[in-house]
């Protein structure tokens, strides 16, 4: 996200990250199935992905051309500068945003809604990775088109309607009779992240200063992965609620859209 933010700028940097957005999905769609496959041969085969990373280490070595911004600054000035570009509101407001978001996303919908399906429903594995993998799809494709709705729609009106779509399709979890139509509130629910955090990273890397964008990035991963650790922790605390709980949170984060970011 940081590299991008250096490279691109305006409508450009938000199609680049509509497109980065995608991938992704693509990715996180994907792992489940991959996975799956090479556990089938070792339990310790699905790690042998991590060598991946060594070519394309080299490729991003020998083929990235990042422009690296100028900074004469000290630390203790830079650290100064970050800390006083992120007290601003708006700032305030879209790592809010980031926060709620990876709780609902870690929490309701990857660690609950597969306990769900196998408690109530019976669900098999296949299924269960299934429901998932048409979340991401889902992103996947709309993130894809992304582009196009940016330069028609301002960014803002599609992160209150991503935020409504979280609700419409967390509210649904509990109600749906059979384990077929839980598809309906994660192609729902995918829709919403790809209308979501591509937009939320595009209006961090507005904010930062380009010699800071590393650094806002930085608080934005931490924020996230904070996110990411209480989700699953929040819903064990509510576990009976889990769709509705989500929900709350869904619509706790359009409030902070509507009044802190503009």
Known sequence: MTVIGDIYTGRE????????????SIGT???PAIGGLLATLGWYYP???AFIAVPISFVVLFSLRNPEPHNDQGLKEYFGSVWSNL???????????????FIILFGPQITYLPILMDVRFGAPPYLIGGVLSCAS????????????LTGRFPERLMLKTAFVIYVVALVLVPFVPNV???????VLFGAAQSLNLPNVFSFLSSHA??????????????????????????MAATSGLVGLTGAFLAAITFLLVLFLIR
Not at 18 to 24: F, G, I, Q
Request: proline share 4%; charged share 15%.
């Open 137 to 148: 799809l889902t992103t996947a494709l709309t993130s894809s088109q992304l582009g196009r």
């Open 13 to 24: 940097r938000s199609a680049t990250k509509d497109y980065n957005s995608s991938v992704l």
């Open 29 to 31: 769609a994907g792992y």
């Open 47 to 49: 790690f042998a992905l």
């Open 209 to 234: 200063p380009a010699e800071n964008r590393g650094a806002f990035m930085s608080v934005n991963g931490m924020t996230l992965r904070a996110g990411q650790t209480l989700g699953p922790l929040l």
């Open 87 to 101: 007290r601003n509101r708006e700032v305030f407001g879209l790592l809010g945003v980031s926060l709620f978001t």
């Open 180 to 186: 077929w139509l839980l598809i309906l509130p994660a």
